[in-house]
């Protein structure tokens, strides 16, 4: 947890719920193509949480959207 909660700060993630949810998101759909390197899943995280297409607050709409 240390970990991801350093490279969140690396990358300027405040919004720590949206990012585990996105990094366990990726880690349980792609951990069998991509590995187990954090930063990996870190950029595709960040490149989810950011896209441009999306609106404010896509991972929790997401996440609503499942449950």
Same mark, same amino acid.
């Given at each position: $947890?240390?970990?991801? +909660? *350093? ?10 719920? +949206?990012?585990?949810?996105? $990094?366990? $998101? ?17 950029? $595709?995280?960040? *490149? ?7 609106? %404010? ?7 609503? *959207?499942? %449950?």
């Amino acid at each position: $947890m240390e970990q991801t +909660d *350093a490279i969140a700060g690396q990358y300027g993630i405040h919004h720590k719920c +949206d990012w585990y949810y996105v $990094m366990n $998101m990726l880690y349980s759909d792609f951990a069998k193509v991509l590995g187990s390197d954090a930063n990996t899943y870190a950029k $595709m995280a960040v *490149a989810y949480i950011n896209d441009p297409d999306a609106g %404010e607050g896509k991972a929790f709409k997401l996440y609503l *959207a499942g %449950e």
